[in-house]
Nanobody, 127 residues
Framework: QVQLVESGGESVQDGRSLTLSCAVN????????MAWFRQAPGNKREGVAA????????SYSDSVKGRFTISRSVDQKTLYLQMNGLKPDDTAMYYC????????????????????WGQGTQVTVSS
């Protein structure tokens, strides 16, 4: 059973930067994909960025493209989300997720592609 633990969320002002981390505890069989999602109160969970862990192939939502960057550590035990130019609309609980592994994956932003989720880390951006 894989456990994902997010960290790095905090309250920041408009325009600042943050880096979120997601520690992967357990083993996931390659190939697999990981992603960051977010959910604000009253909103649906939204895919933000995804990555195929072996190739590095990435995808981003239009709302964060050019501002956020997803990456992974060399040992693939940590997933990152570098967030620049933060806006109040970025305020949400951020979750990392992984596919089950062992099968080709899209590295897409559909929550249905992902089977394991972390508990989330809160990001609050004030104007």
């Amino acid at each position: 059973q894989v456990q994902l633990v997010e960290s790095g969320g905090e309250s920041v002002q408009d325009g600042r930067s943050l880096t979120l981390s997601c520690a992967v505890n357990g083993v996931i069989t390659s190939p697999y994909c990981m992603a960051w999602f977010r959910q604000a109160p009253g909103n649906k969970r939204e895919g933000v960025a995804a990555i195929e862990m072996a190739s590095g192939r990435q995808s981003y939502s239009d709302s964060v493209k050019g501002r956020f960057t997803i990456s992974r550590s060399v040992d693939q035990k940590t997933l990152y989300l570098q967030m620049n130019g933060l806006k109040p609309d970025d305020t949400a609980m951020y979750y990392c997720a992984t596919t089950r592994g062992g099968d080709w994956c899209w590295a897409g932003l559909d929550a249905g592609e992902y089977s394991s989720w972390g508990q989330g880390t809160q990001v609050t951006v004030s104007s």
